[in-house]
T-cell receptor
Framework: GESVGLHLPTLSVQEGDNSIINCAYS??????FIWYKQESGKGPQFIID?????DKRQGQRVTVLLNKTVKHLSLQIAATQPGDSAVYFC??????????????FGKGTKLSVKP | ETGVTQTPRHLVMGMTNKKSLKCEQH?????MYWYKQSAKKPLELMFV???????ENNSVPSRFSPECPNSSHLFLHLHTLQPEDSALYLC???????????FGSGTRLTVV
């Protein structure tokens, strides 16, 4: 069945270092992927997205990489800051072929940034 | 603010109570969703409304009853809940079913 999972439940990095958060997905029909950040007491917040016709997309300090061959998604955060401490979720959805898919979330990775 | 507002932020209710959660979006979206977030679990999709019509109910117990009176408002009516229903309930909206979702801050529900 459809599932989105994360390799590591927690990640601790030093302030200023780069962070890499990984995600595996199992539905090869998924064609749109989103990374969300959830801070304590808040709902998930959109960070960056990527469609399946791309393998890399860059935002401000964040980069998402998509490897469709191995069904792997990663989020790279450059120069990690204390404000980046949060739980990060990847999510997938099937949008093509007239499908009315729903956004399916992984379990989340908690990122802790040490000062 | 994300443009999706949920009230109340916190709710404590007894198992025999009836309460409602409210969600309002100011983004002009036409799809709205209820998700349940429990500790150490992925977000679980509960209900989907598209153009004010319920299009999905993911095997949610009948003690949860959604209502979507218009495209900007979504309610979740609660009655005779169980302690295991304690969780963060998140509302989201999207421009269309195939677009990314914008979430509210959630209602932290505790059933005692």
């Amino acid at each position: 069945g459809e599932s989105v999972g994360l390799h590591l439940p927690t990640l601790s990095v030093q302030e200023g270092d780069n962070s890499i958060i990984n995600c595996a997905y199992s539905n090869s029909a998924s064609d749109y992927f989103i990374w969300y950040k959830q801070e304590s007491g808040k709902g998930p917040q959109f960070i960056i997205d990527i469609r399946s016709n791309m393998d890399k997309r860059q935002g401000q300090r964040v980069t998402v990489l998509l490897n469709k061959t191995v069904k792997h998604l990663s989020l790279q955060i450059a120069a990690t800051q204390p404000g980046d401490s949060a739980v990060y979720f990847c999510a997938e959805i099937v949008t093509g072929g007239g499908s009315q898919g729903n956004l399916i979330f992984g379990k989340g990775t908690k990122l802790s940034v040490k000062p | 603010e994300t443009g999706v507002t949920q009230t109340p932020r916190h709710l404590v209710m007894g198992m025999t109570n009836k309460k409602s959660l409210k969600c309002e979006q100011h983004l002009g979206h036409n799809a709205m969703y209820w998700y349940k977030q429990s500790a150490k679990k992925p977000l679980e999709l509960m209900f989907v409304y598209s153009l004010e019509e319920r299009v999905e109910n993911n095997s949610v117990p009948s003690r949860f009853s959604p209502e979507c009176p218009n495209s900007s408002h979504l309610f979740l009516h609660l009655h005779t809940l169980q302690p295991e229903d304690s969780a963060l309930y998140l509302c989201a909206s999207s421009q269309a079913r195939s677009y990314g979702y914008t979430f509210g801050s959630g209602t932290r529900l505790t059933v005692v």
